[in-house]
């Protein structure tokens, strides 16, 4: 089993900076990707960037590239995602995920482990 615990959200204006944080513990060596995903009122769970842990091979949302940064710290069980210049569009929660259940298919919102989420609000 894996536990995964988010840290870093909050309350930003549109335009600034948030640095969010997904710790894991229990059988951590059993990690090959960590994901985040963000859900906004009302719409689905949507992918925002993930990192496979072996080879360290990001991968974005088109609609994050070049603002959002997904990095990995093993030695801390840690991943990390910057999100810079946020729009109000990014409200969201925010949540970390471990081990896609078909994993060509990180994309999806279909993982074995789950954080229980951390809140991003954008003002305009």
């Known amino acids: 089993q894996v536990q995964l615990v988010e840290s870093g959200g909050g309350l930003v204006q549109a335009g600034g900076s948030l640095r969010l944080s997904c710790t894991a513990s229990?059988?951590?060596?059993?990690?090959?990707?960590m994901t985040w995903f963000r859900q906004a009122p009302g719409k689905e769970r949507e992918f925002v960037a993930a990192?496979?842990?072996?080879?360290?091979?990001?991968y974005y949302a088109d609609s994050v590239k070049g603002r959002f940064t997904i990095s990995g710290d093993n030695a801390k069980n840690m991943v990390a995602l910057q999100m810079n210049n946020l729009k109000a569009e990014a409200t969201a929660i925010y949540y970390c995920?471990?081990?896609?259940?078909?994993?060509?298919?990180?994309?999806?919102?279909?993982?074995?482990?789950w954080g229980q989420g951390t809140q991003v609000t954008v003002s305009s």
């Open positions: 995920a471990a081990n896609p259940r078909v994993p060509i298919l990180l994309r999806r919102p279909s993982y074995d482990y």
């Open positions: 229990g059988s951590v060596f059993s990690i090959s990707v």
């Open positions: 990192i496979r842990g072996s080879t360290g091979t990001t």
